[in-house]
């Protein structure tokens, strides 16, 4: 199948949507997502396809549906064979190796033998269907370019990772509703049961509150949720407050209308991203809002690690999650940072679920 095609994403928000499970053709088989890159745009891919599971290792087949080129996630693997899959809920670093020989004959079989379709497949083309090992490496479950941040410390006053000085007041704390969460309320996006996921000291969702709005608001951080709670008390509404894992968001099935993320995808490694708005998936109504905001990859690189999201990124997250971006646009947002005022380009996302 190819690369971005409606069956190939429908299927993709279902497996999410589902734990790993697909209906119609891939109904009761093993299925794999496979995440690569494109051996010439460069740019992320994910197929989703039948795995014939072999000791670790995850057995995938390029039968192309018995076309007589090899699919573009096959040669996608050969130009960098270090790749990531999702199984059920678990994301897996691999490294690709096609099998020859007997090895490969022997599985082929194997797999033809399980669902005859591959058999079918192999009397279509003339070519030999390549079969190809997806090996899990050391670490799979970590993520390149990213760094762990220990937000409960953050919000105690401690420091919130390695080489990261203690901050006693976190730079995002204004007092105040986001430029971003202003705009989605006056410009009428904001419907029925809301989440402020992320919601950190609250200011967004006692904002929402104040304008009318049902809001559930959820972070990771315990600490931050004690002043969350005490600033709504202050503005005199009424906002639930839990804490939860934003990649899981447990307990949370069907339950709102619109999602309020006013910098937290962007604190997320690709692994989180993914889960995160596949959770949100799960957690959300057919036709729900999902308002975004996070750092662009336009902002100067520093000395230090810095969060950035390039349009790719967002379009591949999203799209493969079951979310229909409607409006994705660059902002200017003004504010400090190490001590000094500086202007930084955000996106602002508007999707809905489909």
Known sequence: ????????????????????????????????????????????????????ADGDRYLVFASNAGA??????????????????EVGDDFVDVHATELQGAERDDKYALQAERYPGFAEYERMT???????????????????????????????????GEGIAPMTTPPWDNKAPSESVIGW????????????????????????????????????????LITAERRAKDAGVDVTFAVADSTKLDGYTDAFDTVIDSGLFH????????????????????????????????????????????????????GAAGWDIASLEPATVRGELDGAQVEMAFWYLRAQRR
């Open 68 to 85: 007589d080129d090899n699919p573009a996630w096959y040669w996608n693997l050969m130009a960098n064979p270090d790749a990531r899959i």
């Open 267 to 318: 604190s997320l490694d690709d692994q989180g991203r993914r889960s995160y708005v596949a959770a949100v998936h799960r957690a959300t109504r057919p036709g729900a809002t999902l308002l975004l905001s996070c750092f662009s990859d336009a902002n100067p690189v520093g000395k230090e690690w810095r969060p950035a999201v390039s349009e790719d990124t967002l379009r591949d997250v999203l």
């Open 126 to 160: 003339s070519r030999t269907i390549p079969v190809v090992a997806l090996t899990p490496t050391d670490g799979s479950q970590e993520s390149s370019g990213s760094q762990h941040i220990d937000f409960d410390a953050l919000y105690r006053g401690e420091s919130p």
């Open 1 to 52: 199948m190819s690369d971005g095609n409606d069956f190939n994403q429908r299927n993709i928000a279902e497996f999410r949507a589902n734990h790993g499970r697909v209906s119609g053709p891939f109904e009761g088989a093993p299925i794999v997502l496979l995440h690569t890159v494109g051996a010439r745009s460069g740019k992320p891919r994910t197929n989703i396809m039948m795995y014939l």
């Open 185 to 224: 309320q006056t410009g009428g996006w904001v419907h029925g049961d809301v989440l402020d996921i992320g919601c950190g000291l609250g200011d967004n969702a006692v904002y929402l509150a104040k304008n009318g709005h049902t809001v559930t608001g959820l972070d990771i951080s315990p600490t931050a």
